[in-house]
């Protein structure tokens, strides 16, 4: 489909579809063609909009400038390397708790539970909720198995989910209003924007996105790096003779098995590529996961090559909301699997195991990895 119909309109879901590398970086680019604000096109729920209000990956400029400026300053590389030391002393617990058997789940043992208490200690809310905060991920994830966010029966499913969650965050915020700490939740509740303080749902709703955004996309990135590693022998044994190729061998996971497969956009006006016009005011699909297999991109795509360079891909998107926790997803990814190849010299995956994937269009992930 890149190379016979680039531009593609899927009658039966009234979604347009970007899928070639080019393509995906020009809507990417150009926030006033294709903007962030999909709600614009969505059915109102009143109940839940507190998830839109406090959404940066709904905003666009200028309220996005500002808001991105006021969160970005938790998320810089210095501030996540500091962050380091914390990471590793959880993998090693979380390690030190299953290497007693000679079977793990990659998913279940680290994958899962790793991201889910570095954003919670990061928020400042407490870590032993994180059962919790991994049913409300599951449940959000697998509602959304619809590709067409207009679908009212997925988001009336999704709703006694994220009132739960606005409820359990909402009492942080106050909480925090009253004693600050030294967290997140306590920093928002100060932060100004122009001399705007941000309101509960603002914070509730942001806090939301990233009790979310940052934990399933980097469970799926450790599973993924797992599979991938485990799937190429060739690639795990050059990964052990040389660990510095640690870092471009994540890339190459995101590249190859991109955590998130696509994000949405919405035509601000008629825009023509490849001869086709989408009209102003349609629902688009920008595919990251095709762009990063895109042949004109990436000479041999299908093939996982660790030492790929250069490897510009897009799992994190590209532009104006280029993914905040990067540098954070990278610095998990690194750690978990530097520790899991010093320990285990042996590690394969369990045989004949059937794997299955999450029900989510938006994801390319397995639900557990048994090695
Ligand atoms: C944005 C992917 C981890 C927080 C994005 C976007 C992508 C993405 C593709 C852009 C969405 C768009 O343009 O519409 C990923 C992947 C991850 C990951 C693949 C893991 C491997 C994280 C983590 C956090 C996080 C760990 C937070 C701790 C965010 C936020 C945004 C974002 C706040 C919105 C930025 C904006 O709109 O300006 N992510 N993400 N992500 N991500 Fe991530």
Not at 217 to 224: C, D, E
Request: negative net charge.
């Amino acid at each position: 489909i890149r190379e016979t119909e680039p531009v593609h309109y899927d009658e039966q879901t009234h979604l347009w579809n970007l899928y070639r590398y080019e393509d995906v970086v020009y809507a990417l680019s150009h926030p006033a063609i294709f903007s962030s604000d999909t709600n614009s096109i969505v059915p109102q729920q009143p109940e839940i909009n507190f998830m839109s209000k406090g959404d940066i990956t709904q905003m666009d400029p200028p309220r996005h400038r500002q808001f991105r400026s006021l969160i970005s300053q938790a998320f810089t590389p210095r501030v996540v390397e500091q962050m380091a030391p914390r990471i590793t002393a959880l993998t090693n617990q979380l390690l030190d708790a299953v290497t007693v058997r000679s079977e793990m789940d990659i998913i279940r043992d680290i994958a899962a539970p790793l991201p889910i208490i570095v954003i919670a200690e990061l928020l400042g809310v407490p870590s032993e909720d994180r059962e919790r905060f991994k049913r409300w991920s599951n449940t959000l994830i697998a509602s959304a198995s619809s590709i067409d966010p207009t679908d009212e029966k997925m988001i009336a499913s999704m709703i006694p989910t994220m009132r739960e969650m606005h409820e359990y965050l909402q009492n942080y915020v106050h909480d925090r209003r009253q004693q600050p700490r030294e967290d997140l939740i306590s920093r928002l509740t100060t932060a100004q924007i122009e001399g705007q303080m941000l309101d509960d749902d603002e914070i509730v709703g942001f806090a939301s996105l990233l009790l979310l955004a940052g934990n399933i996309t980097t469970t799926i990135l450790i599973g993924n790096a797992l599979l991938c590693l485990t799937d190429h022998p060739e690639a795990i044994a050059t990964l052990r003779a040389d660990m510095s190729l640690l870092p471009s061998a994540i890339e190459e996971v995101l590249r190859f098995r991109s955590p998130f497969t696509l994000t949405a956009r919405v035509t601000a006006s008629d825009i023509t590529l490849h001869g086709v016009t989408i009209p102003a005011r349609q629902l688009v699909n920008v595919w990251l996961l095709s762009a990063n297999h895109d042949e004109r991109q990436f000479p041999d795509p299908e093939h996982f090559d660790i030492r790929r360079e250069p490897n510009r891909h897009q799992a994190f998107g590209h532009g104006i909301h280029f993914c905040i926790g990067a540098p954070l997803a990278r610095l998990e990814g690194k750690i978990v699997l530097q520790a899991l190849l010093e320990r285990f010299p042996t590690l394969k995956r369990v045989p004949n195991i059937e794997l299955e994937p999450h029900e989510s269009s938006f994801v390319t992930g397995v639900r557990s990895l048994p090695v």
